[in-house]
């Protein structure tokens, strides 16, 4: 029913910025919070961000606390992950994803999540 496509991933030098896009379409009423995690070769999926609308709480991975920022557009039904500074490290597929209210779940827990996108490559080289 609710589907979540990536957009804004590319090539970047270390030290430069990029802006994730993370459009929603279709209806879901169980959806509180959205995430932002990703994923490098050979690596488990892990949690970047995520935010609670509700709530209005926001958590950062600590890699990327200071230089990564969640936002969102409700008119446009869409979330963007700003990075700045990035790093080589950060080199990974970027997924968002969508989830019921934090009571539920974990928000560092991809599993607590219902609906991803699939995925936006971002590739930073030093």
């Known amino acids: 029913q609710m589907q979540l496509v990536e957009s804004g991933g590319g090539l970047v030098q270390a030290g430069g910025s990029l802006r994730l896009s993370c459009t929603t379409s279709?209806?879901?009423?169980?959806?509180?919070?959205m995430a932002w995690f990703r994923q490098a070769p050979g690596k488990e999926r892990e949690f970047v961000v995520s935010?609670?609308?509700?709530?209005?709480?926001?958590y950062y991975a600590d890699s990327v606390k200071g230089r990564f920022t969640i936002s969102r557009d409700d008119h446009k039904n869409t979330v963007y992950l700003q990075m700045n500074n990035l790093k080589s490290e950060d080199t990974a597929v970027y997924y968002c994803?969508?989830?019921?209210?934090?009571?539920?779940?974990?928000?560092?827990?991809?599993?607590?999540?219902?609906?991803w996108g699939q995925g936006t490559q971002v590739t930073v080289s030093s």
């Open positions: 935010s609670s609308w509700s709530g209005r709480d926001t």
């Open positions: 279709g209806r879901s009423f169980d959806v509180d919070a």
């Open positions: 994803a969508a989830g019921p209210p934090y009571n539920d779940y974990s928000p560092m827990d991809r599993d607590g999540y219902n609906y």
